[in-house]
Nanobody, 119 residues
């Protein structure tokens, strides 16, 4: 199993930045594709970004492309989401998740961290 713990959320003004972190334990992080998802109040959870096992390929939702950057440090078992130019519509609980390379569904999830962007 993989245990994931997010941190770094908080309250920020529109246009500001936050860096989310996801600490993994239980298994070597390099075995997994990692992703960030978010869920706003009253909305379904949505994909934000993903990064392949060694960080060669990153994928972003159109809504965050150019503003958010996903990265990973397999030596530290950490995944990050740098969020710049934050807007009120980015307000959500952000989740870190992992999946095996050839599996579509994400298998392990963190508990989430709240990001609130004020206008």
């Amino acid at each position: 199993q993989v245990q994931l713990v997010e941190s770094g959320g908080g309250l920020v003004q529109s246009g500001g930045s936050l860096r989310l972190s996801c600490a993994a334990s239980g298994r070597t992080l390099s075995s997994y594709v990692m992703g960030w998802f978010r869920q706003a109040p009253g909305k379904e959870r949505e994909f934000v970004a993903s990064i392949t096992r060694v960080g060669i390929v990153t994928t972003y939702a159109d809504s965050v492309k150019g503003r958010f950057t996903i990265s990973r440090d397999n030596a530290k078992n950490m995944v990050y989401l740098q969020m710049n130019s934050l807007q009120p519509e980015d307000t959500a609980v952000y989740y870190c998740a992992s999946r095996r390379e050839y599996v579509i569904e994400y298998e392990y999830w963190g508990q989430g961290t709240q990001v609130t962007v004020s206008s």
